[in-house]
């Protein structure tokens, strides 16, 4: 699908550019305290020529034959440009946590760890996560490692999106 940058870009942006629009698809989970899983995934960046994205995400769990099981995890945030492909990025989740994030982009690639993580009472602990994202063949490929419920960082979910 043909992608066409925005004329109001902030130039900030640019190493992130690739990103903007929706990207559907489907991906796997697992973690030592689960079991396995496969899920579909809907990634919306949007745009209006400040130096940020809105992000929102929403996934839902899939069977053998990539039916819709259940409603699944929903994200939603600000990924924030800082000049020379430095990135923040602010994060909360409906399940009750919610994260600062600090990386870097360039070249199809976004990089991401977590500084700061905090949670709600009711929330699963989370301690740290790490995320690359990159633009492999024209799709969005990303990978999710997390440090939660006594366990160190490790892969947890891992996902090919393609552009609507």
Known sequence: ??????????????????????WR????????????FEFGQELIFTHDGRPFFHYMARAWIVDENGEKVR??????????????GKVEFVLTHASGIAEV????????KLEIATDAV???????????????YGNVEGDLLYAYDMAAVG?????HLWARLKRQ
């Open 1 to 22: 699908m043909p992608f066409e940058l925005p004329e109001n870009l902030h130039p900030d942006c640019g190493p992130i550019a690739w990103m903007l629009g929706t």
């Open 25 to 36: 698809g489907n991906g796997h989970g697992d973690y030592p305290t689960i079991e396995k």
């Open 71 to 84: 409603d699944a995890a929903i994200e939603t945030g600000f990924l924030r440009a800082r000049g020379e």
């Open 101 to 108: 994030w600090y990386g870097e982009a360039g070249a199809g």
């Open 118 to 132: 905090v949670r709600t009472e009711s929330a699963k602990e989370v301690t740290a996560g790490k995320r690359l």
């Open 151 to 155: 366990q160190a960082l490790q892969p």
